[in-house]
C-alpha cells in the first residue's frame, strides 16, 4: 500500500472499511505529520489531538463489533476555525474570539460526524475570512506548501495549504467572494463552492451573509463530490437554506455528450501570457474531451469587485457589530464607560482589514450614502444574475480561470485594491449565488500551480461536479508537492 | 394668532403600539417566549447573538400578524420582507433589530373607538431587545426578553385628545385579546406605547414639530402624558408667538415621569439618528397565498367591535357600558355566561361593570379570578328583578358573595333574616302614614306638581322600612294616599 497521505479520502476510507488498516493508525499518520509539518507551514490554528484520538478509538470498536460505518468514516478532515465544533475553540483567526468556545456544532460539521469523519484540527485563515492571502490571519499566515515564500490565498488558506501538504485528506472552507477557490488553486487542489443554500450556514461565522456557502477543498474532485453528499443537506437553523432533498454525484468517466461550455472571452482580455496559454490548453483538452465551446458574454462581470466589496461589507458590518465585549470576546479590563467597552474591545479585538471593511460596510449603508453604494450595488448585482441566466440559456457550464496568476509571494501586493481584484474571476459566483469548482489545470513558469474554474446554473451542482471530473480524469494535473511526498 | 386661548388649539397625536406576541417560542429561535423566569433562562444561540446562529421566522407570529391585519382590515402584503435596524446598546444581542421597513406585513386599516375611526399607517412584525438590570456595583443584561415576538402598529397621526388616544389604545388591546394574541397584560410591558405629539392651531393643515413620548405601559399615564404634553406645547406657543416653531419644540425623545407627572427629556433627535436600514440577508421573503389569508379570515373570533355593536342593537346596553365590558374580554365573556340564565342584560351588565367592579377595585382579583360563577351574579340580578329583594339588600348580598365566594346568593338571602324582604302590606303602610304625617310641606310641593318631593317621601317611606320593602309596593301606596 502506498502511503497513507498519498490516498484520497474514499482510498482511505475503504482501506479502513476492508480492515487494512485502523482509524487509529490514520490519526496517528496524519498528526505526525502535521506535527513535522506544521510548524513550517502555519496550516492549522489548533490541533484536535485527545478529540480525534478518542473518535478513531471508538470507530475502531465500532468496526470491530461490525456496526455500520459512515461514509466519511476514518476520513482525516480539517474544519476552517470560522466554522463551529461544539465545545472547541472558534477563533475566526481573530484576537477578539481567540478564547471563544463554540456552544454548538455548525450544521455541516455535524453531518460529518454523524457520517464517521476524523476531525483533526481547526485550519487558519484571514481574520473572519476576509482576505485573499491568509496574512490577514491574527495569529500567523499560512504558508504555500509549494513555496513557502508564498501565500496559500485566502480566506481558506490554511484549508488549502493543510490538503495541499495532505496533512488531512479534506478540510473545509467557506466562500464568500472565491475563499475556497482560489485557495485550492494557489495550492494545487480541488475546491468547491455550491450553490448558495445547497449547505447550511448554521455554525459558521457569518462574514457576507448573502454570499457564504460551505464547501469542501480536497485532492480530487470525487472526494468533493463525497463531501457534499453529506454536507449538502437541508437544515431547519438556516432559513435560507435550500428546501430540496440532498443529490448524489454520480461521476461518470466520461464528459456527457452534447456538453456545451460558455467562455467569456471578452471579459478575460486582459489575462497574463502564462494564464492565458494554460486556459487555452484547458479548452482544447475540453474540445477533445467531446465539448463544444461557444462565447457568452459575460461583460457586466467586470463590475463585480465593485458590487461584491459594497454588498460584502455592508453585510459584514452589521454581522460583526454582535462583537462588542458585552456577552463574549475581548474586553480589555480598563474599559470605564459603555462607550469604551465597545470602543476598545472593538479597537483592540479586530485588525486593520476588518476594520476597514467594517467602516466601509458602514459607510455604503448611512443615510445620504445608501443609494449611491448599496442600492446601486443590489441593482447591478441582479443585472449579473440576469446577464448569467442569458449566458446559460446557451451553455451548459461558464469556464475561466480561478484567479489572473498563480500564488503570489507574501508582502508582494500592498495595494488594496490590487488585492481585491484577485478575487475578479470568483467573486460572480458569490454574488449570483451559482455553484463553482476550481480543479487543478497545470503549473505557470515557477511551477506554482493553477486552477480551471468551472461556474454552472443555481442548483446544477452535480452537473458542473461531472464536468470537473471527466476533466481531471483527462488531465491529471494533481500532485503531492516534493518537500511532502 | 399667539394669543389663541387653549381652546383654539388642536393636539396632533400618533400612536406606535408595540404588542408582545403570546406565542410559544421567539419570533426567531425556538427558546421559551415567557415571561418571570430567572434571568438568562429563556435563551438560545440566536436571542444571545452568538457568531454563527441564525434567526429562523416563527411562522406563528406571522399568523397572529395576519389575524391582526384581518381584524383591523388591513391589506395584508403577500410578499414581505425583513430589515436590519442598526444601533448599539447592551440589551440588543447583535446590535440590530431584525424589523420590517421597506415592506411591512399589514398597510392600512381601521380601529374604531369612542365612536370614531382611528387610520393605521402600517404594522409590521419585530424582535424585542433584553433587559438591562442595574445593581450597586454593575449592570446585567437579561435576554429571557430579547427575541420575544412583537407586532409594531403605528397609527397615522389622526388621534386628537389624550383620551381618544387611550381609547384607541385600549380598542387595540381589546383587538388583541379576542384574537388571542397577546396576552396584554399591561403591567409586564405586554403592551408599550409610544406617542408622537405636536399642537397646532385649529384649522391649520401642516403638522408642527413634534415630540416622542416613548415607552408608556399604562392607558391613564399615557393619557395624563398626553394632556400635559399638549399643554406644555400650546403654554410655549401662546407664550412666545414669534418665534420658530423648531426653536421652541425641539423634536426630541421623552420618558413619562410617573412621580413628577411631567414628560422628562431622554435625548434631543438629530438628524444624524441612522439605523442603516438593509434587507436581512438571513431571512428569504415571507409569501402568503390567498388561500391562507382567507383560511384565517374564515376562522375569525368574534371581534370587540362586532360584539360592541351587537350589545348595542341586541341588548340595548348603553355605548359607555358596552365599550367598558367589551374592552376586558375577560369581562365580556364573563358576562355572556351570565346572561345565559339572566333575562335583564342592562341590569346585569351594571352589576358587573360598576357594583361587583367597584367593590374589587384595586384587589387585582376579578369574579372570575375569585371562583364566583356567573350564573350566581345571574341569580342576584333575577332576584332584584323579580323584586325578591330590593337593590339595597342586593347590595349586602354583594357583599357577602364576595366574602364566601361560591355561595349560592338565593341561599345567603335565605339564611339571613335581615335580607328577607318586607311584604307585609298592613306594617309598609303604617311607615307610610308617618311619612305622610310629618312631611305636610313636601305633599304641598307634590300637589304642586314637584316630582322631586315624591321621591323624598318615598326615601323616607325606605328609609325606615331599612331598605327592605320594594320601592314599587312603597311608591305605589304612597300615590293612592296623597290622592
Known amino acids: ?485 | 394668532m399667539g394669543d389663541l386661548p387653549y381652546d383654539q388649539w388642536e393636539p396632533v397625536i400618533g400612536l406606535e403600539i408595540h404588542v408582545q406576541l403570546n406565542t410559544q417560542t421567539k419570533i426567531f429561535s425556538t427558546a421559551p417566549n415567557r415571561f418571570g423566569d430567572d434571568p438568562n433562562m429563556n435563551i438560545s444561540n440566536a436571542c444571545t447573538g452568538q457568531p454563527g446562529a441564525l434567526p429562523v421566522l416563527n411562522k406563528e407570529v406571522v399568523k397572529k400578524a395576519v389575524q391582526l391585519g384581518l381584524a383591523i382590515d388591513a391589506n395584508i402584503s403577500k410578499v414581505t420582507t425583513f430589515d436590519r435596524k442598526s444601533y448599539f446598546y447592551p440589551d440588543s444581542p447583535r446590535n440590530f433589530q431584525i424589523t420590517q421597513f421597506e415592506n411591512p406585513l399589514l398597510i392600512g386599516g381601521e380601529v374604531r373607538a369612542n365612536g370614531k375611526s382611528f387610520q393605521i399607517d402600517r404594522a409590521h412584525i419585530e424582535d424585542d431587545a433584553g433587559m438591562l438590570k442595574h445593581f450597586t456595583n454593575f449592570a446585567g443584561v437579561d435576554y429571557n426578553r430579547a427575541g420575544a415576538p412583537l407586532i409594531e402598529i403605528v397609527s397615522k397621526p389622526c388621534i386628537h385628545s389624550a383620551q381618544d388616544a387611550a381609547a384607541y389604545a385600549a380598542a387595540l388591546r381589546a383587538i388583541f385579546l379576542y384574537l388571542n394574541i397577546s396576552d396584554g397584560n399591561m403591567e409586564e410591558g405586554s403592551i408599550r406605547m409610544d406617542a408622537n405629539i405636536s399642537v397646532r392651531p385649529k384649522g391649520e393643515t401642516s403638522l408642527r414639530p413634534r415630540i416622542e413620548i416613548k415607552n408608556m405601559n399604562s392607558f391613564s399615564f399615557m393619557q395624563m402624558a398626553i394632556d400635559a404634553e399638549v399643554k406644555r406645547q400650546i403654554k410655549l406657543y401662546l407664550n412666545h408667538p414669534h418665534r420658530d416653531p423648531l426653536e421652541l419644540i425641539p423634536p426630541g425623545t421623552y420618558r413619562w415621569d410617573a412621580e413628577s407627572k411631567q414628560p422628562v427629556l431622554m435625548r434631543h433627535k438629530e438628524s444624524s439618528d441612522d439605523y442603516r436600514y438593509f434587507p436581512e440577508p438571513d431571512l428569504p421573503p415571507v409569501i402568503l397565498t390567498d388561500a391562507y389569508i382567507d383560511e384565517l379570515r374564515n376562522t375569525l373570533p368574534e371581534l370587540p367591535h362586532d360584539r360592541y355593536n351587537r350589545y348595542l342593537s341586541d341588548l340595548d346596553l348603553t355605548p359607555y357600558s358596552a365599550e367598558v365590558l367589551v374592552n376586558e374580554k375577560t369581562l365580556a365573556d364573563y358576562f355572556e355566561e351570565a346572561l345565559k340564565t339572566c333575562h335583564s342584560p342592562r341590569t346585569l351588565c351594571n352589576w358587573i361593570t360598576i357594583e361587583f367592579a367597584g367593590r374589587l377595585k384595586d384587589t387585582g382579583k376579578t369574579l372570575a379570578t375569585l371562583g364566583i360563577p356567573p350564573k350566581h351574579v345571574a341569580k342576584l340580578v333575577e332576584m332584584i328583578e323579580s323584586h325578591k329583594i330590593t337593590g339595597r339588600i342586593a347590595k349586602s348580598v354583594a357583599d357577602d358573595m364576595l366574602k364566601s365566594p361560591g355561595y349560592d346568593p338565593e341561599k345567603i338571602v335565605t339564611a339571613n333574616p335581615d335580607y328577607q324582604p318586607l311584604d307585609n302590606l298592613a306594617e309598609i303602610e303604617l311607615m307610610v302614614d308617618q311619612v305622610i304625617a310629618e312631611n305636610p310641606q313636601s305633599i304641598q310641593d307634590y300637589k304642586e306638581g314637584r316630582d322631586k318631593a315624591f321621591a323624598f317621601l318615598v326615601g323616607s317611606v325606605m328609609k325606615l322600612t331599612r331598605g327592605k320593602a320594594s320601592p314599587h309596593i312603597v311608591n305605589q301606596l304612597l300615590k293612592k294616599k296623597i290622592e
Open chain 1, 1 to 485: 500500500m502506498l502511503p497513507l497521505h498519498h490516498l484520497s479520502a474514499i482510498q482511505i476510507r475503504d482501506a479502513f472499511l476492508k480492515g487494512d488498516i485502523s482509524a487509529v493508525q490514520i490519526v496517528h499518520h496524519f498528526l505526525s505529520r502535521i506535527e513535522s509539518y506544521d510548524d513550517a507551514l502555519g496550516a492549522f490554528l489548533s490541533v484536535l489531538n485527545a478529540r480525534v484520538l478518542l473518535k478513531a478509538e471508538a470507530l475502531d470498536k465500532k468496526r470491530a463489533r461490525g456496526l455500520p460505518l459512515g461514509k466519511l468514516a476514518a476520513i482525516p478532515i480539517a474544519i476552517k476555525d470560522n466554522m463551529h465544533i461544539q465545545d472547541e475553540i472558534t477563533t475566526c483567526g481573530s484576537k477578539f474570539l481567540a478564547h471563544y468556545r463554540a456552544p454548538f456544532s455548525a450544521t455541516a460539521v455535524d453531518l460529518m460526524e454523524k457520517e464517521d469523519a476524523l476531525l483533526i484540527g481547526k485550519t487558519n485563515l484571514d481574520e473572519f475570512a476576509m482576505g485573499s492571502s491568509n496574512e490577514n490571519s491574527a495569529f500567523k499566515p499560512a504558508q504555500n506548501p509549494w513555496n513557502l515564500q508564498c501565500v496559500p490565498g485566502g480566506s481558506s488558506g490554511g484549508s488549502a495549504a493543510a490538503v495541499g501538504a495532505r496533512l488531512c485528506s479534506i478540510a473545509t472552507g467557506s466562500d464568500t467572494g472565491g475563499s475556497i477557490r482560489q485557495p485550492a488553486s494557489f495550492c494545487g487542489i480541488v475546491g468547491y463552492k455550491p450553490t448558495y443554500g445547497r449547505v447550511s450556514r448554521s455554525g459558521l461565522v457569518a462574514f457576507g451573509s448573502s454570499l457564504d456557502q460551505i464547501g469542501p477543498l480536497t485532492t480530487t474532485v470525487a472526494d468533493a463530490a463525497l463531501t457534499m453528499e453529506v454536507i449538502g443537506k437541508q437544515c431547519d437553523y438556516d432559513a435560507t437554506s435550500l428546501d430540496l432533498p440532498a443529490e448524489c454525484y454520480p461521476l461518470p468517466k466520461e464528459l456527457e455528450p452534447g456538453t456545451v461550455i460558455g467562455v467569456p472571452w471578452h471579459f478575460l482580455e486582459n489575462l497574463s501570457a502564462s494564464s492565458r496559454q494554460n486556459f487555452e490548453e484547458v479548452i482544447r483538452v475540453l474540445k477533445d474531451l467531446g465539448a463544444k465551446i461557444v462565447e457568452v458574454n459575460l461583460d457586466l462581470l467586470k463590475h463585480s469587485i465593485a458590487v461584491y466589496y459594497i454588498i460584502a461589507t455592508a453585510e459584514a458590518s452589521t454581522n460583526l457589530a454582535r462583537f462588542d465585549g458585552i456577552r463574549y470576546g475581548v474586553r480589555p479590563p480598563e474599559c470605564k464607560t459603555l462607550e469604551e467597552v465597545y470602543d476598545y474591545s472593538r479597537r483592540m479585538g479586530f485588525g486593520r482589514e476588518v476594520k476597514k471593511r467594517i467602516m466601509l460596510g458602514t459607510y455604503v449603508l448611512s443615510a445620504g450614502f445608501q443609494d449611491a453604494f448599496y442600492k446601486k450595488a443590489q441593482k447591478v448585482r441582479t443585472l449579473i444574475i440576469n446577464a448569467f441566466d442569458e449566458a446559460f440559456s446557451h451553455c451548459d457550464a461558464v469556464i475561466m480561470p480561478v484567479t489572473t496568476s498563480g500564488a503570489f509571494e507574501h508582502g508582494a501586493i500592498h495595494d488594496p485594491l490590487e488585492m481585491y481584484l484577485q478575487d475578479i474571476f470568483t467573486v460572480p459566483a458569490n454574488l449570483a449565488g451559482l455553484p463553482g469548482i476550481s480543479v487543478p489545470s497545470g503549473y505557470d513558469s515557477r511551477g506554482m500551480p493553477l486552477g480551471l474554474q468551472i461556474l454552472g446554473p443555481q442548483m446544477c451542482d452535480v452537473s458542473i461536479m461531472q464536468i470537473a471530473h471527466a476533466y481531471e480524469r483527462a488531465t491529471q494535473h494533481a500532485k503531492i508537492p516534493e518537500a511532502y511526498g
